[in-house]
Structure formats: structure tokens, C-alpha cells
């Protein structure tokens, strides 16, 4: 059984590489301009890690985002 707090994770890594294909941006790529790094963003991506607000941020900024919304 999957834990809400790793569906959380899972979601939220799922919606993020959703944004960095549409963005046309490779998983190092986009690391590179968040300023993080590629096997942090990785562990990320696969719902692995619990980014802070921070990074969160540095993401999004990356992304070139003004505001995204994760389902």
C-alpha cells in the first residue's frame, strides 16, 4: 500500500516532468538553470525526494513559470 504522504511525492514529481517535457527542457538541463542538482531533480521527478519551498521555487522559476497548479 502506497503512503498519502508518497502519492504526495509521486504526484507532485508526475505534474513536474509534465511541465519540463511541455518546456522541452532535459532533466539536466532544467537542474542546471534551478541551480540543483541532475540526481537531486531525478530523485524529485520520481516522487524519491521532498523538496523544500525553495526548491519548489527554483524549479518553477526555472521552468519559466509564473504559477502552476499541482493537482
Request: aromatic residues 10%; charged residues 30%; hydrophobic residues 30%.
Amino acid at each position: 500500500m502506497v503512503s498519502k504522504r508518497s502519492k504526495i511525492y509521486t504526484d507532485f514529481g508526475n505534474e513536474i516532468k509534465g511541465f519540463r517535457e511541455k518546456a522541452g527542457f532535459s532533466q539536466s538541463e532544467l537542474a542546471e538553470k534551478a541551480g540543483i542538482s541532475a540526481n537531486y531533480y531525478a530523485r524529485v521527478e520520481r516522487g524519491e525526494e521532498n523538496p523544500t519551498y525553495s526548491t519548489i521555487h527554483k524549479i518553477v522559476k526555472a521552468l519559466g513559470e509564473d504559477h502552476i497548479t499541482i493537482r
